[in-house]
Protein backbone atom coordinates (compact mmCIF):
# COMPACT_ATOMS: atom_id res chain seq x y z
CA UNK A 1 0.00 0.00 0.00
CA UNK A 2 0.86 3.18 -1.16
CA UNK A 3 0.15 5.48 2.18
CA UNK A 4 0.22 8.90 -0.49
CA UNK A 5 -2.67 7.28 -2.20
CA UNK A 6 -4.98 6.59 0.33
CA UNK A 7 -7.19 9.65 0.93
CA UNK A 8 -7.00 10.98 -3.20
CA UNK A 9 -8.64 7.33 -3.38
CA UNK A 10 -11.41 7.68 -0.84
CA UNK A 11 -12.27 11.25 -2.36
CA UNK A 12 -12.65 9.60 -4.79
CA UNK A 13 -14.67 6.33 -4.39
CA UNK A 14 -16.81 8.33 -2.30
CA UNK A 15 -17.45 10.92 -5.46
CA UNK A 16 -18.41 8.85 -8.41
CA UNK A 17 -20.08 5.94 -5.99
CA UNK A 18 -23.70 6.55 -4.80
CA UNK A 19 -24.52 2.79 -4.83
CA UNK A 20 -24.05 1.63 -1.14
CA UNK A 21 -20.23 0.38 -0.43
CA UNK A 22 -17.53 -0.51 2.13
CA UNK A 23 -14.13 0.52 1.27
CA UNK A 24 -11.10 -2.03 2.67
CA UNK A 25 -7.99 -1.47 2.60
CA UNK A 26 -5.43 -4.20 3.38
CA UNK A 27 -2.30 -2.15 5.22
CA UNK A 28 1.11 -3.13 6.06
CA UNK A 29 2.39 0.05 7.93
CA UNK A 30 1.44 2.62 10.82
CA UNK A 31 0.91 5.77 8.23
CA UNK A 32 -1.73 3.44 6.39
CA UNK A 33 -3.39 2.01 8.94
CA UNK A 34 -3.33 5.86 10.90
CA UNK A 35 -4.33 7.39 6.99
CA UNK A 36 -7.51 4.97 6.92
CA UNK A 37 -8.72 5.83 10.79
CA UNK A 38 -8.71 9.08 9.74
CA UNK A 39 -10.66 9.00 6.05
CA UNK A 40 -13.23 6.42 8.11
CA UNK A 41 -12.47 3.57 6.15
CA UNK A 42 -12.03 -0.25 7.20
CA UNK A 43 -8.91 -1.88 6.88
CA UNK A 44 -6.73 -5.07 7.39
CA UNK A 45 -2.97 -5.10 9.12
CA UNK A 46 -1.08 -7.74 7.16
CA UNK A 47 2.10 -7.49 6.47
CA UNK A 48 3.38 -10.77 4.47
CA UNK A 49 2.77 -13.51 2.09
CA UNK A 50 1.01 -12.83 -1.63
CA UNK A 51 -1.28 -10.50 -2.75
CA UNK A 52 -3.86 -13.44 -3.55
CA UNK A 53 -3.43 -14.76 -0.01
CA UNK A 54 -4.07 -11.33 1.43
CA UNK A 55 -6.67 -10.67 -0.81
CA UNK A 56 -8.35 -14.37 0.08
CA UNK A 57 -8.21 -13.71 3.70
CA UNK A 58 -10.26 -10.59 3.40
CA UNK A 59 -12.74 -12.53 1.51
CA UNK A 60 -13.42 -14.91 4.30
CA UNK A 61 -14.08 -12.41 6.77
CA UNK A 62 -16.70 -9.75 4.72
CA UNK A 63 -20.36 -10.63 4.56
CA UNK A 64 -21.05 -8.15 1.63
CA UNK A 65 -22.33 -9.97 -1.62
CA UNK A 66 -19.64 -9.27 -3.81
CA UNK A 67 -15.72 -7.52 -3.36
CA UNK A 68 -14.18 -5.02 -5.99
CA UNK A 69 -10.61 -6.42 -6.66
CA UNK A 70 -7.81 -3.80 -7.22
CA UNK A 71 -4.93 -1.91 -5.56
CA UNK A 72 -4.52 2.00 -4.91
CA UNK A 73 -3.40 3.09 -8.43
CA UNK A 74 -7.05 3.26 -9.92
CA UNK A 75 -9.53 5.92 -10.39
CA UNK A 76 -12.98 5.09 -10.35
CA UNK A 77 -15.61 6.96 -13.20
CA UNK A 78 -18.70 8.20 -12.38
CA UNK A 79 -21.32 5.24 -11.77
CA UNK A 80 -18.84 2.51 -12.53
CA UNK A 81 -20.49 0.63 -9.57
CA UNK A 82 -23.89 0.52 -10.96
CA UNK A 83 -23.12 -0.20 -14.17
CA UNK A 84 -21.00 -3.18 -13.46
CA UNK A 85 -23.55 -4.68 -11.37
CA UNK A 86 -26.57 -3.88 -13.46
CA UNK A 87 -24.29 -6.67 -15.67
CA UNK A 88 -23.69 -8.69 -12.54
CA UNK A 89 -27.22 -9.93 -11.99
CA UNK A 90 -26.86 -11.61 -15.34
CA UNK A 91 -23.67 -13.59 -14.53
CA UNK A 92 -23.51 -13.71 -11.24
CA UNK A 93 -19.76 -14.30 -11.01
CA UNK A 94 -17.10 -12.08 -12.37
CA UNK A 95 -17.26 -8.96 -14.02
CA UNK A 96 -14.43 -7.13 -16.05
CA UNK A 97 -14.41 -3.23 -15.71
CA UNK A 98 -13.27 -0.79 -18.47
CA UNK A 99 -9.69 -0.34 -17.89
CA UNK A 100 -8.50 2.63 -19.94
CA UNK A 101 -5.31 1.77 -19.55
CA UNK A 102 -5.04 -1.01 -21.78
CA UNK A 103 -8.65 -1.22 -23.51
CA UNK A 104 -9.90 -4.29 -21.92
CA UNK A 105 -10.73 -5.49 -18.33
CA UNK A 106 -8.04 -5.90 -15.65
CA UNK A 107 -9.73 -5.33 -12.58
CA UNK A 108 -13.11 -6.83 -11.33
CA UNK A 109 -16.08 -7.14 -9.01
CA UNK A 110 -16.80 -10.83 -8.03
CA UNK A 111 -19.76 -12.53 -6.78
CA UNK A 112 -18.59 -13.84 -3.47
CA UNK A 113 -21.57 -16.34 -3.74
CA UNK A 114 -20.20 -17.60 -7.02
CA UNK A 115 -16.54 -17.67 -4.67
CA UNK A 116 -17.91 -20.04 -2.23
CA UNK A 117 -19.63 -22.40 -4.68
CA UNK A 118 -17.08 -22.54 -7.27
CA UNK A 119 -14.25 -20.85 -6.27
CA UNK A 120 -11.84 -18.44 -8.71
CA UNK A 121 -9.45 -20.67 -9.89
CA UNK A 122 -10.34 -24.50 -10.66
CA UNK A 123 -8.04 -26.44 -7.77
CA UNK A 124 -8.21 -24.21 -4.45
CA UNK A 125 -11.67 -23.43 -3.04
CA UNK A 126 -12.83 -21.00 -1.48
CA UNK A 127 -10.42 -18.34 -3.39
CA UNK A 128 -11.02 -15.58 -5.15
CA UNK A 129 -7.61 -15.68 -6.86
CA UNK A 130 -4.41 -18.65 -6.94
CA UNK A 131 -2.29 -17.54 -4.29
CA UNK A 132 0.58 -19.09 -5.52
CA UNK A 133 1.16 -16.23 -7.76
CA UNK A 134 3.19 -12.78 -6.77
CA UNK A 135 1.34 -10.53 -8.21
CA UNK A 136 0.88 -10.98 -12.07
CA UNK A 137 -1.32 -13.65 -13.68
CA UNK A 138 -3.85 -13.80 -10.95
CA UNK A 139 -6.30 -12.03 -12.14
CA UNK A 140 -6.03 -13.68 -15.71
CA UNK A 141 -6.24 -17.12 -13.92
CA UNK A 142 -9.76 -15.48 -12.23
CA UNK A 143 -11.37 -14.36 -15.87
CA UNK A 144 -10.39 -17.62 -17.29
CA UNK A 145 -12.22 -19.59 -15.16
CA UNK A 146 -15.12 -17.84 -15.10
CA UNK A 147 -15.13 -17.31 -18.61
CA UNK A 148 -14.68 -21.14 -19.01
CA UNK A 149 -18.03 -21.50 -16.85
CA UNK A 150 -19.35 -19.06 -18.33
CA UNK A 151 -19.90 -16.55 -15.28
CA UNK A 152 -17.95 -13.60 -16.88
CA UNK A 153 -18.98 -10.38 -18.53
CA UNK A 154 -17.29 -7.29 -19.33
CA UNK A 155 -18.45 -4.18 -18.49
CA UNK A 156 -17.64 -1.02 -21.00
CA UNK A 157 -19.53 1.41 -19.28
CA UNK A 158 -18.13 0.84 -15.98
CA UNK A 159 -14.93 2.42 -16.51
CA UNK A 160 -11.46 2.55 -14.19
CA UNK A 161 -8.62 3.69 -15.03
CA UNK A 162 -5.01 2.12 -14.02
CA UNK A 163 -2.80 4.74 -12.61
CA UNK A 164 0.31 2.98 -13.63
CA UNK A 165 3.51 3.89 -14.65
CA UNK A 166 3.26 2.46 -17.68
CA UNK A 167 1.14 4.97 -19.56
CA UNK A 168 3.12 7.73 -18.16
CA UNK A 169 0.34 8.52 -14.74
CA UNK A 170 2.24 8.40 -12.30
CA UNK A 171 6.69 7.23 -11.46
CA UNK A 172 7.76 4.32 -11.06
CA UNK A 173 8.65 3.47 -7.54
CA UNK A 174 9.75 0.07 -5.19
CA UNK A 175 6.28 -1.52 -5.61
CA UNK A 176 6.21 -1.62 -9.43
CA UNK A 177 9.73 -2.56 -9.65
CA UNK A 178 9.13 -5.09 -6.99
CA UNK A 179 5.79 -6.82 -9.36
CA UNK A 180 8.05 -6.69 -12.24
CA UNK A 181 10.59 -8.82 -10.64
CA UNK A 182 8.67 -11.64 -10.31
CA UNK A 183 7.24 -11.35 -13.57
CA UNK A 184 8.67 -14.46 -15.13
CA UNK A 185 8.18 -16.35 -12.06
CA UNK A 186 4.56 -15.53 -12.34
CA UNK A 187 4.11 -16.13 -16.10
CA UNK A 188 6.00 -20.09 -16.05
CA UNK A 189 3.41 -20.76 -12.72
CA UNK A 190 0.72 -19.94 -15.18
CA UNK A 191 1.74 -21.81 -18.13
CA UNK A 192 2.00 -24.80 -15.94
CA UNK A 193 -1.42 -23.90 -14.72
CA UNK A 194 -3.26 -23.57 -18.09
CA UNK A 195 -3.63 -27.88 -18.85
CA UNK A 196 -6.15 -27.01 -15.66
CA UNK A 197 -8.87 -26.05 -17.85
CA UNK A 198 -8.45 -28.90 -19.96
CA UNK A 199 -10.61 -30.51 -17.26
CA UNK A 200 -13.90 -27.52 -17.69
CA UNK A 201 -16.09 -27.35 -20.20
CA UNK A 202 -15.38 -25.50 -23.15
CA UNK A 203 -15.74 -21.58 -23.47
CA UNK A 204 -18.75 -20.20 -24.60
CA UNK A 205 -18.55 -19.39 -28.49
CA UNK A 206 -20.58 -16.28 -28.42
CA UNK A 207 -19.56 -13.20 -28.03
CA UNK A 208 -22.84 -10.56 -28.24
CA UNK A 209 -22.68 -6.92 -27.83
CA UNK A 210 -25.77 -6.34 -25.20
CA UNK A 211 -27.40 -3.23 -25.95
CA UNK A 212 -26.82 -1.63 -22.22
CA UNK A 213 -22.65 -1.94 -23.14
CA UNK A 214 -21.30 -5.27 -22.09
CA UNK A 215 -19.89 -8.30 -23.87
CA UNK A 216 -21.08 -11.43 -22.38
CA UNK A 217 -18.98 -14.73 -23.12
Known sequence: MRPHCIVPLVENIRQVTPTPHRIIFVVGDDES??????????????????????????????????????????????????HTLQVMRQVDGVVSVNDVLTGEGTLALVSMRYIREESGCVDTPNVIIYPGYHHNFSERELFLTAQRRNRFAYCAQAVVEHLHWLNGKVPTDDVYVLGQSTWDLDM??????????????????????????????
Open 33 to 82: EALCVKANVDFYRDEGDTWGHRLNRVAQDIEEPYIFCGAEDVRFYQNWLH
Open 188 to 217: AMHLSRLRLWEALPPPPTRDIIINDGWRHG
